[in-house]
């Protein structure tokens, strides 16, 4: 198990997502919601073009966390907002998104940690905190 | 019909248990780009997000309450918690039941807030996940 102090910064983490890994993501999780691979249905309800699964940046941004920990099994609580969309083009290029993460609070055991992320030069989680087990 | 306040603490229970097998879990850690071992293998357990989608049955009983009256094509996922008992893993046999916490309205639109009990069949509660969504009830 891991410790932690207040204000240990975890090693970041860059993901990028192209179309191709939102349909992958559709297929697996069973949201085939066609704003996240169709331009036409999400130009239709005015979205500036096929955003991610709000769910897929949560699951990506949870990984800087993770990644971490010696055990996945230690997160005990994960929540987020979902701000702004990861909008993605269909290029080669995709859309990048950056996690990183600190420590805010160590007691009883437990650590609550503070996650961003950013696509562009946007915050596109808000709230976005991870509690797990420490020694 | 539409959703209002009285509607909070209606409950919706998956109608089938969802099985957890471990290619399932590697299909889905595959699918987010997460190579961590420990979603692999016989002692596989479950990328955390993965909660979600065995709450996805209850959810499908919420959407077909006609007295709601809501449609998944305007609702937007506004925010998601979860909170752990103990990890999900492969083997696990998973009972869902949704219930209807929070309704606020603003004009148009609904913000609803419901809550997911994800438990075994034999009735260990394993993980809650708590959803925030927007319904927007304006034509279009």
């Given at each position: 198990m891991k410790s932690a102090e207040i204000g240990l910064e975890l090693p970041p983490l860059t993901v990028t997502l192209r179309r191709e890994d939102l349909v992958r993501y559709a297929g697996a999780s069973?949201?085939?919601?066609?704003?996240?691979?169709?331009d036409r249905m999400a130009a239709a309800l005015g979205l500036p073009g096929v955003i991610a699964h709000g769910m897929l940046t949560m699951a990506s941004a949870v990984r800087v966390v993770t990644d971490w920990?010696?055990?996945?099994?230690?997160?005990?609580e994960y929540g987020v907002r979902f701000t702004k969309p990861v909008v993605v083009p269909d290029d080669d290029k995709g859309a990048s998104v950056t996690f990183s993460a600190k420590v805010d609070k160590v007691a009883d055991g437990l650590a609550e940690i503070d996650i961003t992320a950013i696509a562009g030069e946007e915050?596109?989680?808000?709230?976005?905190r991870a509690v797990v087990r420490v020694q | 019909m539409t959703i209002d306040?009285?509607?909070?603490?209606r409950s919706y229970a998956a109608a089938e248990s969802y099985q957890v097998g471990r290619e399932k879990i590697r299909e889905f850690a595959d699918a987010i780009g997460d190579p961590n071992p420990?979603?692999?293998?016989?002692?596989a357990i479950a990328p955390p997000t993965f909660a979600f989608m065995l709450g996805s049955r209850a959810l499908d009983q919420l959407l077909e309450d006609e007295e709601l009256g809501l449609r998944l094509d305007r609702i937007v996922h506004g925010a998601q918690k979860f909170t752990y008992t103990r990890p999900i893993k492969a083997g696990d046999d998973i009972a869902a039941t949704a219930t209807i916490t929070t309704v606020r309205k603003a004009g148009d639109v609904e913000v609803i807030m419901y809550e997911t009990a994800l438990s075994?069949?034999?009735?260990?509660?394993?993980a809650t996940s708590t959803s925030t969504i927007s319904h927007n009830r304006a034509s279009a």
């Open positions: 069973g949201d085939f919601n066609p704003i996240h691979w169709s920990l010696d055990d996945p099994a230690d997160l005990v915050k596109v989680l808000g709230r976005a | 306040a009285t509607m909070v603490g420990a979603y692999r293998g016989d002692d075994t069949v034999d009735g260990e509660l394993i």
